[in-house]
């Protein structure tokens, strides 16, 4: 069987996680893809590493860059340029993360691309966008995840008389917006693909993504709460369900220092739960406040507390 993006080309200067993720899906799904490396700071060894026997190798390259050709140039010479407009001349994406201007200097930009190859689907993606006050700013995962809010959504849930700020936000495990930022990448291109193949003239465009407006669009729960708030005095507040503030959905310790996670939203899973535990006086409970609610946080916590 065939795959969905056999015969496209691309050509990745991606560096990092969320391009190079991003160009491994496209792999995945049948395109080319040609990683273009600095001969000065080859890809092919970032930590960690794994190693059988003599052989060594970096297991986060083993991941990331499977399904991939690679090719090292030095796009500040001239003889690598005329190289690389070459491959330009037979390719259908682009994929790059160099900060704004960078690739103008190089003479990479989808201006300079498009001449030669009007079909080209050019795609920038940055942590702050092409444009605005923060668009020279260096940055990784954390810092657009703090930016857009996101962090913020990530703490320990508000306990009866505690202030919000008194909470500290915990790291993520997962880089959402490295990894989101290169999935919205994907969307972009693919959908660049689709328009090309319906212009008649067959040209390409510009995809400017950018990875803080990416988690961003991540929220329209918590957007729609904070929205939401005005309408409400502080005794009457709307909880959000999905943030860990009622019992129904939330995380419990086991018996066996392990954790357990309860999605019951709906009412006939609560009542499961409840009922599962032994404690059907709580069905009827799930939306309690206040101190009523942090009640029945602790009596669920204890009947866990009893199972493995």
């Known amino acids: 069987m065939s795959l969905p993006l056999e015969g496209i080309v691309v050509i990745d ?63 500040k010479k001239e003889e690598a340029q005329e190289i690389f407009y070459k491959l330009v001349e037979r390719a259908d994406i682009i994929l790059e993360t160099f900060r704004p201007k960078v690739t103008e200097k190089l003479k990479v930009d989808y201006k300079t691309l498009s001449k030669i190859n009007k079909s080209i689907i050019y795609c920038s993606l940055t942590g702050y966008g092409q444009d605005g006050p923060y668009e020279q700013y260096a940055g990784h995962d954390l810092n657009y995840i703090g930016i857009c809010g996101m962090l913020d959504l990530n703490k320990e849930r508000e306990l009866v008389g505690e202030k919000n700020q008194d909470r500290k936000p915990v790291l993520p495990g997962v880089q959402a917006a490295d990894v989101g930022g290169g999935l919205v990448s994907i969307i972009g291109i693919l959908g660049a693909l689709i328009e090309r193949d319906k212009n008649p003239n067959k040209e390409g465009q510009y995809i400017d993504i950018s990875m803080t407006d990416c988690v961003f669009s991540f929220m329209p729960m918590a957007a729609a709460f904070q929205f939401s708030k005005e309408l409400y005095d502080g005794m009457t507040k709307p909880r959000n369900p999905l943030h860990g503030e009622v019992p129904f959905y939330s995380i419990y310790k086991t018996k066996d220092n392990k ?50």
């Not at 599962?276 to 009523?292: F, M, Q, S």
């Not at 946080?297 to 009893?306: C, D, G, S, T, V």
């Open 13 to 75: 200067l991606a560096r990092m996680l969320p391009g190079p993720y991003a160009s491994m899906i496209l792999a995945d799904l049948g395109a080319e893809v040609i990683r273009v490396e600095d001969p000065r700071y080859p890809y092919g060894s970032p930590p960690p590493f794994f190693q059988i026997g003599r052989y060594r190798e970096s297991a986060f390259n083993s991941v990331i860059m499977r399904n991939k050709k690679s090719i090292t140039l030095n796009l």
């Open 259 to 308: 954790y357990l996670s309860v999605g019951a939203i709906e009412l006939k899973f609560w009542r499961g739960v409840c009922e599962g535990l032994g404690r059907e006086d709580l069905i009827t409970k799930g939306n309690a406040l206040g101190e009523e609610k942090e009640e029945v946080f602790r009596e669920i916590q204890k009947e866990f507390l009893k199972k493995t």
